[in-house]
């Protein structure tokens, strides 16, 4: 009965331990001030090298800044990465985005990528939402090529701009993705 007990008590405490650590809610936690730090010089970065989309920034009503993503691919692929969204200059809330493919792909890389929200419906949306999927009101403007990005009449009626820059890595292929962005307590 002794070793029963033990047994008992030692399994308990496993078990324990496993779901304690599994209950953190970010308390006391410096993965938001590193996640703000990475999105300063995300956006220096951004900035400096593609001038115009500072006049995107400031006609924006919120910016999801993701300073790296990093996905991989084998017949099946994912990536994740976490961020922060801005208004008027401030961090509001924090996010992770979880990216999904499947198809004929082979490869890794690392990117950034700024989501736009030109928009004040289009930002209510996104964080009102439980979990927002990138998809049709995104716009896709920038792969790394070209300094050309800037707020215009046609970016002032698309709903979301995403600007993708600062690729590394290796990705061939041929997919079908998602990206879910969701909010998150670092």
């Given at each position: 009965?002794?070793?029963?007990?033990?047994?008992?008590?030692?399994?308990?405490?496993?078990?324990g331990?496993?779901?304690?650590?599994?209950?953190?809610?970010?308390v006391?936690?410096?993965?938001s001030?590193t996640?703000?730090?990475?999105?300063?010089?995300?956006l220096?970065?951004?900035?400096?090298?593609?001038?115009?989309?500072?006049?995107?920034?400031?006609?924006?009503?919120?910016?999801l800044?993701?300073?790296?993503v990093t996905?991989?691919g084998?017949?099946i692929g994912?990536?994740?990465?976490r961020?922060?969204?801005?208004?008027?200059?401030?961090?509001?809330?924090?996010?992770?985005?979880?990216?999904g493919?499947?198809?004929?792909q082979?490869?890794a890389?690392?990117?950034?990528?700024?989501?736009?929200?030109?928009?004040e419906?289009?930002?209510?949306?996104?964080?009102?939402?439980?979990?927002?999927a990138?998809?049709?009101?995104?716009e896709?403007?920038?792969?790394?090529?070209g300094?050309?990005v800037?707020?215009?009449?046609?970016t002032?009626?698309?709903p979301v701009?995403?600007?993708?820059f600062?690729?590394?890595?290796?990705m061939?292929?041929a997919?079908?993705e998602?990206?879910?962005?969701?909010?998150?307590?670092?």
């Amino acid at each position: 009965m002794t070793q029963f007990t033990r047994r008992s008590f030692t399994l308990a405490a496993l078990a324990g331990a496993g779901m304690t650590a599994a209950c953190g809610n970010g308390v006391g936690s410096t993965a938001s001030s590193t996640i703000d730090a990475r999105v300063d010089k995300t956006l220096d970065y951004l900035y400096g090298r593609y001038p115009n989309t500072r006049d995107l920034a400031e006609k924006s009503n919120g910016m999801l800044v993701m300073p790296l993503v990093t996905e991989a691919g084998f017949g099946i692929g994912g990536g994740y990465g976490r961020g922060a969204l801005r208004v008027e200059g401030a961090t509001v809330d924090y996010y992770s985005a979880t990216k999904g493919s499947i198809g004929l792909q082979i490869g890794a890389q690392q990117f950034a990528h700024v989501l736009f929200f030109m928009t004040e419906d289009a930002l209510m949306r996104f964080r009102h939402s439980p979990g927002w999927a990138a998809g049709a009101d995104a716009e896709y403007v920038l792969k790394d090529q070209g300094g050309n990005v800037r707020a215009d009449t046609t970016t002032a009626t698309t709903p979301v701009v995403a600007v993708i820059f600062g690729q590394a890595g290796l990705m061939a292929g041929a997919t079908l993705e998602g990206v879910k962005y969701t909010r998150i307590i670092p």
